[in-house]
């Protein structure tokens, strides 16, 4: 157990829907990290919240949102859902390079 | 070229033997490494960190770091049937640790009883 804790565990949505995905990262940690994972695929970063500010994107569109709260828990948004954007997502947690993942949320878009 | 490449596998070993398990990179400024391990239906386990060139061995696990070659790798000794999963070979993005990971496909590996 890492002691990062995700909700849902799973979801699901129709196309041109909105979804939040929550995640509370690991006592101690001072940084938290989405990433997608597609079936078969490794896990893509999305985005990383330092401090409650957005701290690097990856290759995802601006419909793909975030929050991060001053207790270090944080939210992904995204609007707009496409088929495509039916995958695992997950949160990590970290305090330096090492990043610990949560059980992930599995999204599924119809 | 991808920035983190794996064979998807499978890899298929019988019980007991030594699993290898190869990643090459393409960012030459990449400073951090990481072995992760995948359950199906579940999330990634980090297994494996290294950072410096040669070998860290940690139990059953030892991982190897060539920066000159861009090339990383997980070897697995006496493997078990409980090893069977997808392991993700990681890079940190750029030369500043920052925790921004770029993940290779995961290779699958059996450990055939």
């Known amino acids: 157990e890492t002691g990062v804790t995700q909700s849902p565990t799973h979801l699901i949505k129709t196309r041109g829907q909105q979804v939040t995905l929550r995640c509370s990262s690991q006592?101690?940690?001072?940084?938290v990290s989405w990433y997608q994972q597609a079936l078969g695929q490794g896990p893509q970063f999305i985005f990383q919240?330092?401090?409650?500010?957005?701290?690097g994107r990856g290759n995802f569109p601006p419909r793909f949102s975030g929050l991060q709260f001053p207790n270090y828990s944080s939210e992904l948004n995204v609007n707009a859902l496409e088929l495509d954007d039916s995958a695992l997502y997950l949160c990590?947690?970290?305090?330096?390079?090492?990043?610990?993942f949560g059980p992930g949320t599995r999204l599924t878009v119809l | 070229q991808k920035e983190v490449e794996q064979n998807s596998g499978p890899l298929s070993v019988p019980e007991g033997a030594i699993a290898s398990l190869n990643c090459t990179y393409s960012?030459?400024?990449?400073?951090?490494f990481f072995w992760y391990r995948q359950y199906s239906g579940k999330s990634p386990e980090l297994i494996m960190s290294?950072?410096?060139?040669g070998d860290k061995e940690d139990g059953r696990f030892t991982a190897q770091l060539n920066k000159a070659s861009q090339y990383v790798s997980l070897l697995i000794r006496d493997s078990q049937p409980s090893d069977s999963a997808t392991y993700l070979c990681?890079?940190?993005?750029?030369?500043?640790?920052?925790?921004?990971?770029?993940f290779g496909q995961g290779t699958t590996l059996q450990v055939k009883p």
């Open positions: 990590a947690s970290g305090l330096a390079v090492e990043q610990f």
């Open positions: 006592s101690g940690h001072n940084t």
């Open positions: 919240y330092y401090r409650e500010e957005e701290n």
């Open positions: 960012d030459r400024g990449s400073q951090s």
């Open positions: 290294i950072y410096s060139n």
């Open positions: 990681a890079v940190n993005r750029g030369s500043s640790n920052t925790g921004k990971l770029i």
